[in-house]
């Protein structure tokens, strides 16, 4: 698979097969992951994995949490902007009621809307999960370099026939999985993933993201 097949078959997979990932794979995926850059070559990334009996034991937590607090502890950022302004908000807009049309939820199905939110927190049956996280001394620049980490182990993912689900939703949960996981208090939990074999049969699969033209976000002179 070259470069661009990755990039262009990889999606936000909401539904996976229930078929484990070897470790051995895994180990492969972050290994080559690791030559991400970096400023400085510092490597911010810190990453945790979970499967298996593991990974059950804290769905199970986190249900149970559910019960009384259906939506987390709190984030310790912002994952959107506040008052996201446009083109950014349409384009969120349409990709959420995208999202919800392979499904038949309608917008004023708001029970149906909850009920698949509720999903991110199953990790979307993803038999393995990952865990990113930063140290709270680092800066903007390098989050950015978690990020291009992060991108890696996606396109990485595909490498090995695998698909991801990155999710920012799991931010909400900062406390509980940093205590489930033994997280150090300097390190803040930036993001999940979901990591499996996905589900070609099912709906919310074939969602395909638009993206905007390049003359819509790129200039260029000198040529």
Known sequence: MDVLEALKTRISCRAFLDKPVPEETVRAILDGAKWSPSGGNLQPWHVYVVANQRLKDFLGLIAEKQKTAPFGEGSEYDIYPKDLKEPYKARRFKCGEDMYATIGVARENKAGRLQQFARNFQF??????????????????????????VQSV??????????????????????????????????????????????????????RTERAPMEEWASFSGF
């Open 154 to 207: 996606m396109l990485m993912a595909r490498e090995h026939g695998l698909h991801t689900c990155p999710q920012e939703a799991w931010a909400i949960w900062p406390k509980t999985i940093g205590e489930f996981l033994n997280m150090p208090s300097e390190l803040m939990l930036f993001c999940g993933m979901g990591l499996g074999y996905m589900d070609e049969s099912a709906p919310i699969n074939g969602l």
């Open 124 to 149: 979307f049956d993803a038999p393995a999960a990952l865990f990113f996280a930063i140290d709270r001394q680092m800066g903007i620049d390098q989050w950015a370099d978690l990020g291009m980490f």
